[in-house]
């Protein structure tokens, strides 16, 4: 394990290089020798640029950007605060084209959609809406790839999910996977066809299926789960070839949900989440140090799981450091993978000692 650099928090990779978020502001960094170049300011206020210089603000106050997407070799499209920007990474350009729905902050990641057939060419997210009491419909949303012409595809009535975790474009079936949560009757893998005309559900109804991340095999899929209220497993799901329907089979427990993993060539990583009892509401769940039913460790671990054999492994944890898990963000790693350097990035947040640190792990370190 080497540290690349501390307190860049990656975004998105172009070309070898990691788009990454630093004190407030936006970097081009070079992973082999650590140099940042800068790009621009992140969209917020003076002071709170000041206040990304204090680890413990930055966390508090939510300054880094949450999540991007490459848009081409020169542009990126970033969530923050309740907006998506376009950046030229060229020259620094930032601009606001697009703000959400009421009640939304950022979605939890947009997506790509390329190549896919009965799909237009397009950036596209789920609606992650605070949602507690159900009234409001959750809806896709998508934007050409040339222009900010952004719009509504899909939307699943009030009351039938929470909200929506992930959209998981698959060449491989022409079609793009919806995420949803997060009681049980909310969460399932939907199925979407012709620009999301046609959206059918592949399984629901249960915590197994409440999920953020889905990735294709030969013959099914590999998937954790994310709920803080049950026990969380990744699964492979695969047709039962006697009556051809979908059966899930537990490949490793995990000691925490995940909201972050990412696929090599051959495995998929999986972040475990350290967070608290979602059933503690109110002022006193920013301040709970409580954990989840669902969530079995102090420790954010990072998991790998072989695609052709389904073999797992633990690669290495990080305890959760001591301030409260909502107030200052839950422990975990996200994860982005780098196959032209044969390594991944991985950023623990919320634990001891590595907190804020990009560190890479090449992949013969995951074997």
Not at 33 to 44: H, Y
Not at 115 to 131: K, T, V
Not at 253 to 281: F, Y
Not at 318 to 345: E, R
Request: glycine letters at 6%; proline letters at 3%.
């Amino acid at each position: 394990m080497r540290l690349v650099a501390k307190r860049h928090r990656p975004l998105v990779v172009i070309n070898d290089k990691v788009i990454t978020c630093h004190f407030g502001k936006i970097y081009l960094l070079d992973v082999e020798s650590g140099k940042a170049e800068f790009i621009c300011k992140l969209p917020v206020s003076n002071i709170k640029i000041v206040l990304s210089r204090f680890r413990f603000f930055e966390r508090l106050l939510r300054i880094e950007a949450r999540t991007a997407v490459a848009l081409d070799d020169t542009h990126i499209l970033l969530s923050m605060d309740g907006k998506t920007y376009c950046i030229d990474i060229t020259n620094g350009k930032t601009e606001c084209e697009y703000s959400y729905r009421n009640s939304m902050s950022n979605p939890r990641r947009m997506c790509r959609i390329e190549g896919i057939e009965g799909f237009d060419n397009c950036i596209a997210y789920g609606e992650y809406l605070l949602n507690s009491k159900r009234t409001k419909p959750s809806g896709i949303f998508v934007r050409s790839l040339d222009k900010a012409d952004w719009k509504m595809v899909f939307e699943f009535p009030a009351g039938e999910i929470r909200h929506i975790h992930s959209l998981v474009p698959s060449k491989k079936s022409n079609c793009v996977y919806i995420l949803t949560g997060d009681l049980d009757s909310e969460s399932g893998i939907w199925e979407a066809k012709d620009n999301f005309e046609t959206v059918t559900p592949i399984v629901k109804g249960s915590q197994m299926y409440r999920s953020g991340s889905l990735y294709e095999t030969d013959e099914g899929f590999i998937y954790p789960t994310d709920t803080a209220l049950e026990q969380n497993y990744i699964y492979y799901l695969e047709k039962d070839k006697t009556n051809n329907s979908l059966v899930s089979k537990v490949v490793t427990d995990m000691d925490g949900s995940c909201v972050s993993s990412v696929q090599t060539a051959d495995k998929v990583l999986v972040s475990t989440t350290v967070e608290a009892d979602e059933s503690i509401r109110g002022w006193k769940s920013w301040i709970n140090m409580k954990k989840g039913p669902g969530i079995k460790s102090d420790y954010a671990q990072l998991l790998s799981v072989d695609k052709a054999t389904l073999k797992s492994k633990k690669i290495i944890q990080f305890k959760k450091d001591f301030l409260p898990y909502k107030l200052f963000q839950y422990g975990h790693i996200k994860i982005y993978d780098l196959p032209s350097k044969h390594a991944v990035l991985i950023y623990p947040i919320g634990v001891k000692k590595y907190d804020g640190n990009l560190l890479e792990l090449k992949y013969g370190e995951l074997e």
